[in-house]
């Protein structure tokens, strides 16, 4: 495709359900991230995925938060068990390579609300 | 670890003054520099970058950056700005790692 996309565009839970986010990256690149964009907290990094080695986890704020990359594309950001601080804008970015110097271009993201 | 500080939350300015946006960094080592822009409505888009070379570089739209190592900066600046350039802006750095990061943003209103 021609950006990255991201599904829903918006997702309304109630406290304590169960939430699944998902990215589709730029054809053809092979990192990927998860940032949370909310009030009071900017922009944060939350997860990135390149090719086949282990994930950097460690911007997840807890174990309720997991993520996966399936086939080296599509990424599913999961939450367990939502709770009211976990409301927030989620956005995926990838990039063609891992490199430092390798810009990473970013979806529209997706608005959680935890009621 | 590293970390972004942007000094204004909020800009109001009007069509055709210059814009100055600080951005400062706390790392030791080298670091790779963006600037990404969040206009009304939509995604985070790419200013303009630094990784080496020329410390002053121009990005699309008529934004420029000049990165200041001494001082750990990497201000933005238009020399005249538009209606169109209300948008958030985020100043973010890649050092150990590949994750960026970010500032906390600044919230620009340009007045007609």
């Known amino acids: 495709g021609a950006g990255v996309s991201q599904s829903p565009s918006n997702k309304v839970t109630e406290k304590g359900k169960d939430v699944e986010l998902r990215c589709d990256p730029i054809s053809g690149h092979t990192a990927l991230y998860w940032y949370r964009q909310s009030l009071g907290q900017g922009l944060e990094f939350l997860i990135y995925?390149?090719?086949?080695?282990?994930?950097?986890k460690s911007g997840l704020p807890s174990d309720r938060f997991s993520a996966e990359r399936t086939g080296g594309s599509v990424s599913t950001l999961t939450i367990q068990r939502t709770q009211q601080e976990d409301s927030a804008v989620y956005l995926c970015?990838?990039?063609?390579?891992?490199?430092?110097?390798?810009?990473?271009?970013f979806g529209p993201g997706t608005r959680l609300t935890v009621l | 670890a590293q970390s972004v500080s942007q000094h204004n939350h909020h800009v109001i300015l009007s069509e055709a003054a210059s814009l100055e946006l600080g951005c400062n960094y706390s790392?030791?080592?080298?670091?790779?520099l963006f600037w990404y822009v969040q206009y009304p409505g939509q995604h985070l888009q790419l200013l303009l970058k630094?990784?080496?070379?020329?410390?002053l570089v121009k990005g699309i739209k008529g934004f420029e950056a000049e990165f200041i190592k001494s001082k750990f900066s990497f201000n933005l600046r238009k020399p005249s700005v538009q209606w169109s350039d209300t948008a958030e802006y985020f100043c973010g750095i890649k050092a150990a790692g590949n994750k960026l990061t970010f500032g906390g943003g600044t919230r620009v209103l340009v007045k007609p």
């Open positions: 970015a990838s990039s063609l390579g891992a490199g430092a110097t390798d810009t990473q271009y």
């Open positions: 995925f390149q090719g086949n080695s282990a994930p950097d």
């Open positions: 630094y990784f080496s070379g020329d410390p």
């Open positions: 790392y030791g080592g080298t670091v790779n």
